[in-house]
């Protein structure tokens, strides 16, 4: 089985007033893992539905391939989704949950049943099938969801929220386990979550949606290292950068009488200064004071106040200053991002 | 048998002097039933299946017993079956798909509702006479089965309310039609619903004595309800007839709780566990 490619063009859906996609395009490459991230009520589901077909599209185009396929009904798309709810149908057994796809399909029952145990095994619910969904766990209700999903050998595979139901131990062992799956199939496959770590350990490319529309669509590392405007740069990232809008003179970025100092190739006029809490130290020359110092095991995060805004900085375990101590804010000069008055990032 | 705190023996009394009226109707039935003669509640005279010799032959120019018990089984067989059918498909529509008119047409069976099946009778009677379906089986089922269905619908429609959009989006990624989906999907989740409203249909058409009254004349085609009060029209009414003939008419209802009590007590008692 390979996957296919998957082209989203000017994609859009509106529900009577309500703009769930304003216009989306995309071009997921065949076997890639993308997710979609962003905020609640921002569009992921409803992106995800279209493709599957539930979703009519108010405009634009769907290609799996080269085949245009927003008209066809979800049976003739060849596409497996696992939903946030599992949607496992209570009153069949496992067994017959994930033979489901493949019994419509008319396929011969000796054959369901060697594929359903396949797909069983390597999912390690074999000795879950004539049990009913209600007589198994979440994990084992979510792998049986993900049976269901690729049981019928499908070219695309849509996950909404597929461990988000799940207890935080158990989730980051079945991302790793999904994402193994995923390589080992080959199958070109969307992911919907809100939790950035998530998309980030999992996908090779990140999607990142605000309200309707898509806002960056980049590997991990770029989308954390280089984010496109000021959404994607307080998104990404925990704890989040840190963003001060104030106006840049040459050589310096001036928030109201304070003056930074910037390296060259930043903008000029209104516009935003950013620098990540693990880029800043206390060891600068930018004077400010301490107003909160919390412990979060591995380091301390002390938040400090300068001029009229709050910039959070990441130190070692040793330094935990009092608050109300004066300290001088620095921040490494390589790591520092820029962004116009829009909000759209300037320079490399 | 583990003995009862008092307050709820208490309760027990209760529960027991509110249903003594009903209890000592029923045991004048049994007793009536069997003995020729009683006074109050208490027989005089002998024990004896003499009031039970409309099973074996016909009494009074009337047809055999087994004729309309025959039509009723079919009766309320057929009805239940229709109202099942026919509203859960209605209250499938009218929870799952949008269309125009939805709202309206809800309120006005609603509406319908509100008629007593008596305030309608003439108009109904003139309608099957026109339709040709006057005094036969096939019209009072068809009148019976439509003054069901408002009800039917709104249970219905309650209990696919409560199923999950997302399931249903999972059945059409696995690659249902709309019709398997509602077939092989839709309706086993609402089982409790076709269970209880299939009983009360079964049961509201086993008791139904008015419609089988005024819309069925000829005696081949009575109900075992119209049966039943023929007895009771006559100058001289022989009690022990009517009280025999009145168990004979609940046996079949008997019958279907001790065989189906196992489920409906399951319905009532907060629903079939998935
Ligand atoms: N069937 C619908 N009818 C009307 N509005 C809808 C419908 N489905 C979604 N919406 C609206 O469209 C917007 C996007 O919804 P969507 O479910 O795609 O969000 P999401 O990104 O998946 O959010 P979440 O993370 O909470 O699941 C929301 O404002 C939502 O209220
Ligand atoms: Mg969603």
Redesign the pocket.
Known sequence: MKGIRVRLKGLA?H??R?V??RTLDLDVRAGEMVA?L????????????MIAGI?QPTAGEIYFGERRVEHLHPRDRDVGMVF?SYALYPHLTIFDNIAFPLTLKKIAPAEVARRVRQIADLLGIAHTLDRRPGQVSGGQQQRAALARALVKEPQVLLL??PLSNLDAQIRVQARGEIRRLQQEIGVTSIL?T?DQSEALAMADRVAV?S??ELQQFAPPDELYRRPANTFVARFVGYPPMNLLEGRYEPGAFVLDDLRIPVPPGHPAGRGWLGFRPEDATLDGDVPGRVTVAEALGRENLVTLRIGPAEVKVLVPQGRRPAPGTPARLGYRREHVHFFDASGRRVGA | MPLLPPRWRLLLVAIAALSLPILSGLAWLLLTGWFDQVHGLVPTGRLGPDNWRFLWEAVGGRPSVWIPLRNSLIFSGVVATVVVLASSMAAYAISRLSFPGRAAYLGLVLVLHAFPAVSLIIAIFFILRRLGLFDTLTGVILVKASLELPLGIWLMKGFFDYLSWEMEMAALVDGVSRWTLFWRIALPMVRPGLLALGTFALLSAWGEFILPFTLIVSNQNWLMSAYLQTFLGEAFTDFGMVAAVGLFYAVPVIVLFLLGQRYLLNIYGGGVKG
Request: net charge neutral.
């Open positions: 859906k529900f009577g309500v769930a996609l979609f962003g905020p609640s009520g921002c569009g992921k589901t409803t992106t995800l539905l979703y946030q909404d929220e919907v809100h949606f309200t309707g």
